[in-house]
């Protein structure tokens, strides 16, 4: 901008520039709006990955917001806690006893996933390390106790599904009230003691032993059966044959093959008659 001044010592008006501070500043202010506004919406805009909820704190407060998956707009002010809704699993190897006071190594699994409705509850009761914080300390309690409750020889043979249940139902009663859901407990591996392991393979094997000895008792008993019947029927058959057989029809078996070797032109045989009401003899010539 050109301004003309006269100084006190001039003699006439001079020509000078007058640097432009007001619109200096208004650019500047204008640029710094725009970063503000800029980190402003950033921060304004977030996130939620697939299988995970959005936990949202303000101040470190939980406001009770739930954000679905997807892209969110949110007061920048709050924090997006992002939790994870999906199927997880914890693996526990434990040495556990038994009724008998015996120790048994028990691998087991516990597969389990986040309450959709009560991420909120659980991050602000338990925080984001829930898994460690209360569920493996409650695995560890509910295995103690409900093997504490069988047998060693049950829990190597037939009740390791009921004991998997039974450790099912006492974690869901423990964990579902705190918005974590258990969906089943496997047990992979029991490990007995050496001499115990032995000394119930050794009975199972003597068991299936004499399951063994009872089914081949029971098909020798069928066999002989079979064969008694079979017996019976022949024996039944022949006194049935003996039954229709007469002199009469001897006689006339005997008549019938006369007739048939006097017809015949290769046969030379002479016929010497027995009894009056036997069958005759036939006797073939040398």
Same mark, same amino acid.
Request: hydrophobic share 45%; aromatic share 4%.
């Given at each position: 901008?050109?301004?003309?001044?006269?100084?006190?010592?001039?003699?006439?008006? #001079?020509?000078?520039?007058?640097?432009?501070?007001?619109?200096?500043?208004?650019?500047?202010?204008?640029?710094?709006?725009?970063?503000?506004?800029?980190?402003?919406?950033?921060?304004?805009?977030?996130?939620?990955?697939?299988?995970?909820?959005?936990?949202?704190?303000?101040?470190?407060?939980?406001?009770?917001?739930?954000?679905?998956?997807?892209?969110?707009?949110?007061?920048?002010?709050?924090?997006?806690?992002?939790?994870?809704?999906? #199927?997880?699993?914890?693996?526990?190897?434990?040495?556990?006893?038994?009724?008998?006071?015996?120790?048994?190594?028990?691998? #087991?699994?516990?597969?389990?996933?986040?309450?959709? #409705?009560?991420?909120?509850?659980?991050?602000?009761?338990?925080?984001?390390?829930?898994?460690?914080?209360?569920?493996?300390?409650?695995?560890?309690?509910?295995?103690?106790?409900?093997?504490?409750?069988?047998?060693?020889?049950?829990?190597?043979?037939?009740?390791?599904?009921?004991?998997?249940?039974?450790?099912?139902?006492?974690?869901?009663?423990?964990?579902?009230?705190?918005?974590?859901?258990?969906?089943?407990?496997?047990?992979?591996?029991?490990?007995?003691?050496?001499?115990?392991?032995?000394?119930?393979?050794?009975?199972?094997?003597?068991?299936?032993?004499?399951?063994?000895?009872?089914?081949?008792?029971?098909?020798?008993?069928?066999?002989?059966?079979?064969?008694?019947?079979?017996?019976?029927?022949?024996?039944?058959?022949?006194?049935?044959?003996?039954?229709?057989?007469?002199?009469?029809?001897?006689?006339?078996?005997?008549?019938?093959?006369?007739?048939?070797?006097?017809?015949?032109?290769?046969?030379?045989?002479?016929?010497?008659?027995?009894?009056?009401?036997?069958?005759?003899?036939?006797?073939?010539?040398?």
């Amino acid at each position: 901008m050109n301004v003309f001044s006269k100084g006190p010592g001039d003699r006439g008006p #001079t020509l000078r520039m007058a640097a432009p501070k007001n619109w200096l500043s208004l650019g500047v202010g204008r640029i710094v709006g725009g970063i503000v506004l800029l980190i402003l919406l950033w921060s304004s805009v977030t996130s939620v990955p697939t299988g995970h909820v959005g936990v949202l704190t303000l101040f470190g407060r939980v406001t009770g917001d739930v954000l679905d998956e997807g892209i969110h707009m949110i007061n920048p002010l709050k924090v997006n806690n992002k939790l994870s809704i999906q #199927t997880q699993s914890i693996k526990e190897s434990a040495s556990v006893p038994s009724n008998e006071g015996l120790i048994i190594a028990l691998d #087991t699994s516990l597969i389990f996933k986040l309450d959709r #409705t009560r991420a909120a509850r659980v991050f602000q009761d338990l925080g984001r390390n829930y898994a460690d914080v209360f569920i493996e300390p409650n695995l560890r309690a509910a295995i103690r106790a409900v093997t504490a409750a069988h047998s060693a020889n049950a829990l190597y043979t037939g009740a390791r599904e009921e004991v998997a249940l039974k450790i099912q139902d006492e974690l869901g009663r423990v964990l579902g009230p705190r918005g974590i859901v258990v969906e089943s407990v496997l047990l992979r591996d029991v490990q007995l003691p050496a001499m115990l392991k032995s000394s119930i393979e050794a009975k199972q094997q003597a068991e299936q032993e004499a399951l063994r000895m009872s089914f081949v008792l029971q098909k020798e008993k069928q066999e002989a059966e079979r064969k008694r019947i079979e017996a019976q029927g022949i024996a039944d058959f022949q006194r049935i044959v003996a039954q229709g057989i007469s002199p009469q029809l001897l006689e006339w078996k005997g008549i019938e093959a006369t007739e048939k070797l006097a017809t015949s032109h290769n046969a030379k045989v002479v016929i010497i008659g027995s009894a009056r009401t036997g069958l005759p003899l036939i006797l073939e010539p040398k």
